[in-house]
């Protein structure tokens, strides 16, 4: 078999991927990304492609430009199951076109010496000694399989964790997950018969009927194009996700005229903490296969970023000390939780408390602003439920009903508060994990006892 040295090998080149390829660039490393798709597809997957603009700013990537920006955006309008309450969440984001952008970050790592390889699949790991050391990946235009031997490789291939799953069970990073913390999605892109109101808006749409554990969206890209599906949670037993579709986005995208769809699909987006460790020997995993996307609202591209970030952070100090134990990469997970997991974690909690609220109790509960609307877009922002808040709307609503609805939430701004600071006492070193895993365990079982 052909055999080819690189210092890293990248598998995947969505947005986790590229980013990670993109921080990594021109730093004196020999790179090697494989992805898959060919060239033009790569970064075309189902998504709302919806992104918080703070995410470019924070890691000093380009804005999306040009072709790679649909649309600018101003805020999230979200609407109670009844339609009865609208609330308005400022901040500024970007409609993208995925694909363009992520082909974008692509060409500009390569532009600056990253190999990228299209068309080509990592079919196995390459394991000495416990350390990860490269794949066996197969070109599909050469029809050649090749012996990739890399120091480390960063495993960036999504949902599939089609690399990672292949590790050893002994090796923490193979961690499979429960379908419950993932949500099925599905979506559709296409022009509108009538231009759209207010494109600078994002519409979501709770609904434990037409979406239960997830809900809909309207997402403008332009003012005649829209990004509008669904998600529901997985491993419920529900009927397909194409059901909910056909039977209820009449309700939400009546202007949509499916005989002009540009293009539809779905897909798992993982609605959980990120993995209990992001690195072992030889080994980064990044983005949706590190369960990187956001608990409550689904969004995956942005923490991806974050992750690629901190990956490529990592490495390069790694190569510095020429060490690539779980130890000496460990320093991912300090950087990726600091800026995202442990708000991941307290918004896991959040979400399995949302999921079990039946339509009336959001109503109610949107209606009588048990949660603000500044309440929650602070709580998804930092993972922080402010219990003031809870206990001043206690006070004042206690008396009029849903006295449990309450209680429930006061509870639960406690357990994300607890476990915010279980995640800013995250392990040094991979010596520790096992026990702190244990502990994190207890208390989110302990919580699904309370709001059971
Ligand atoms: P991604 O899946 O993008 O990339 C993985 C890449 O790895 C692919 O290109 C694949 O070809 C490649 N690959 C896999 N296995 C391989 C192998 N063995 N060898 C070589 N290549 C391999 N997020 C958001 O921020 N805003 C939003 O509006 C939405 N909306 C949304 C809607 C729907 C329907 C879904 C399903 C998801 C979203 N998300 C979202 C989530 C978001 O799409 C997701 O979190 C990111 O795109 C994840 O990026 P990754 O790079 O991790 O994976
Ligand atoms: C409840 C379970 C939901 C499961 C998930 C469903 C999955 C569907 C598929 C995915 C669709 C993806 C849509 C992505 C939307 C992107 C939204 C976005 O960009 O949000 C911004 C940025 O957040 P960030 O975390 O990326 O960045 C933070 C910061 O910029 C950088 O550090 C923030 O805006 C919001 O978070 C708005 C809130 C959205 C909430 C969604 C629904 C929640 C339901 C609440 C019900 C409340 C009722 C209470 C009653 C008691």
Request: aromatic share 10%; net charge neutral.
């Amino acid at each position: 078999m052909k055999q080819l040295t690189y210092d890293v090998l990248i598998i995947g080149g969505g947005f986790a991927g590229s980013t990670a390829a993109w921080h990594l660039a021109n730093k004196g490393l020999k790179i090697l990304l494989i992805d898959s798709k060919p060239w033009n597809r790569i970064g075309d997957k189902p998504c709302g492609d919806a992104v918080s603009k703070e995410h470019f700013d924070n890691l000093g990537m380009p804005y999306p430009e040009g072709e790679q920006l649909e649309q600018k955006i101003d805020g999230i309008k979200l609407y109670s199951p009844d339609m009865s309450t609208e609330w308005t969440v400022k901040g500024e984001g970007f409609e993208i076109n995925a694909p363009a952008y992520t082909q974008r970050i692509l060409r500009e790592a390569r532009d600056r010496g990253v190999e990228v390889m299209d068309l080509t699949t990592a079919m196995k790991p390459i394991l000495e000694d416990g350390f990860v050391k490269g794949a066996v990946i197969f070109d599909r235009r050469k029809e050649e399989q090749i012996e990739v031997r890399a120091k480390m490789v960063i495993e960036a291939t999504g949902y599939s964790r089609s690399f990672r799953s292949k590790l050893p069970q002994e090796i923490p990073v193979s961690e499979d997950m429960d379908e419950r913390d993932a949500d099925i999605a599905y979506r559709e892109v296409a022009y509108t018969r009538e231009d759209i109101d207010e494109p600078g808006y994002l519409k979501i749409f709770i609904n434990q009927t037409t979406s239960p554990g997830g809900y809909w969206w309207y997402f403008p890209k332009g003012k005649d194009k829209v990004n509008i599906g669904l998600g529901i949670q997985g491993g419920m037993g529900y009927p397909s996700i194409y059901t909910f579709y056909e039977k209820y986005w009449k309700e939400y995208g009546a202007d949509v005229d499916r005989n002009r769809m540009i293009v539809k699909g779905g897909a798992l987006v993982p609605t959980r903490r990120p993995l209990d460790t992001l690195v072992w020997n030889g080994i980064i995993v990044i983005g949706d296969s590190g369960y990187t996307a956001n608990p409550v609202h689904g969004g995956g591209k942005g923490s991806a970023m974050i992750s690629g970030f901190c990956a490529a952070r990592a490495t390069l100090n790694s190569f510095e000390k020429g060490d690539f134990s779980a130890q000496s990469l460990w320093e991912t997970n300090l950087c990726y939780n600091e800026r995202y997991g442990a708000k991941q974690a307290s918004l896991e909690l959040f979400r399995r408390f949302l999921q079990k609220l039946s339509d009336d109790d959001i109503n109610y509960g949107m209606r009588k602003k048990v949660i603000r609307e500044e309440d929650l877009l602070e709580a998804s922002m930092t993972g922080d439920l402010q219990l003031s808040v809870a206990d001043k709307a206690m006070r004042v609503i206690a008396g009029l009903g849903r006295p449990s609805l309450l209680y429930k939430l006061k509870n639960v701004a406690e357990y994300m508060k607890e476990i915010k600071a279980l995640y800013r006492a995250y392990p040094a070193g991979p010596d520790q994990l096992p026990k702190w895993k244990g502990q994190v365990k207890q208390l989110i079982l302990e919580f699904d006892k309370v709001i059971s």
